[in-house]
C-alpha cells in the first residue's frame, strides 16, 4: 500500500464544500493533511488491513466529522463486518449475471438527479422482494445492494457528503414478501448502514403501505435506531406527499402524474438500463471488485493497547 495518493483531485461543488465544512468540519486547506494523519495510522497497525486512498478515506473523515479516533473505530467495524460475513460483502463484481438480474428486476432504483439538497435518491420497491421462479437468490439481492451502496457511496464524493434519500414504495407488499429475508439477515443488514459504514442516510420515505403499513412499520422499528425512525416519514397513499420531499423532476414516470409535462428521471427501464451501463464500465468494476476483495482485513488479536490518536479529538455534529 502507497504511503502517499497524489491523485486525488475534489469534486465537490460549491455548495457541497460550503456543507462539508458547516456539518463536517472539514477544511480544504486541511483536508491532505488530515488524510495523510488517517493513512499514517493505518500503516503503523498490525492488525488492519484496508485500501488507503485518499478518496477512500475520506469518505470515513468526513461522516466522522474529521475526528481521527472516530474514523479510526468506523474503518476497523466497516472492515471487520465485510470480514465477518463475506457471502454478502466479499468479490463484489457488478458484471455478475445474478447481480444484473437482480437490478433488472427493479427492486431498487438508483435515480440519476439529485434533489435540492444535493442527495442522491433511492427507491426500494419493496412488494417485487421474492425469490420464486427468479435466477437470483436471496445473497444476491444483499450483494447487489450492497454494490449500489459501495457505488453512490464510496465512489462519489457529493453523496458522501450531501447523503441519501430513500423512497419506499410498500405497494403489494405480502407476508409472502416479507418472509423472503429473515429478520435476522434484516437486523445484520440495518447494522451495517447504520454504524459500521460510511453513509449519511438523511430521509426514509414510505408509501403506499396499505393494510400492511402497520407490519412495515413495527419491523422497521425492530432494526432501525432511534435516529433514524425520526427520519422516518409515511407519505401515505398520496404521492402528494412524496413530492413535497422529492421534486418531480427527480423521479420516474411511473410515480408522476399523467398531465405532468415536466422533466423527469425517464422511465423505469431507462433507469434500470442506465444503472447497469454506469456499474459496468471498466474502472467502476474494477473499483468495487478492489474495494470488497479479499485481502482486506481486521485482526483483534493483533492489535496494539497504545492506538490513542493524537490531536484526533473535535467536538462532534449531530448528523
Known sequence: MASKDSGYVCTLDEKSLKRAKEELNEDPKNR????????????????????????????????????????????????????????????????????????????????????????????VKAGLLEFSGKPFSKIDVLRTIVCLFDYIYLLDEKTCVNGTVTFIDISHYSLKVHSAITMEDRKEFAETW???????????????????????????????????????????NVLENVYKDIPMRCLPVEYLPDDYKGPNAGTEKQIIESMKRDLTRPEVRARLQYLSSEQWKVDGAQKSRNDIPQASFRKLNID
Not at 225 to 231: H, P
Open 194 to 236: 447504520q454504524n459500521n459504514f460510511p453513509a449519511r442516510l438523511k430521509l426514509l420515505l414510505l408509501y403506499n403501505g396499505g393494510a400492511m403499513i402497520d407490519m412495515f412499520f413495527a419491523m422497521l422499528k425492530m432494526i432501525f435506531s432511534e435516529k433514524l425512525q425520526k427520519r422516518m416519514k409515511n407519505c401515505g
Open 32 to 123: 491532505l493533511g488530515a488524510v495523510e494523519t488517517f493513512r499514517k495510522w493505518i500503516l503503523e497497525q498490525k492488525h488492519i488491513k484496508c485500501p488507503t486512498d485518499t478518496a477512500f478515506l475520506l469518505c470515513f473523515l468526513r461522516v466522522r466529522y474529521f475526528s481521527q479516533l472516530e474514523a479510526r473505530e468506523l474503518l476497523e467495524r466497516y472492515i471487520l463486518r465485510r470480514v465477518k460475513i463475506p457471502k454478502w460483502y466479499m468479490n463484489l463484481d457488478p458484471c455478475d449475471p445474478k447481480t444484473l438480474a437482480a437490478i433488472d428486476s427493479g427492486y431498487i432504483l438508483v435515480l440519476p438527479e439529485r434533489d435540492d439538497e444535493g442527495r442522491k435518491i433511492c427507491v
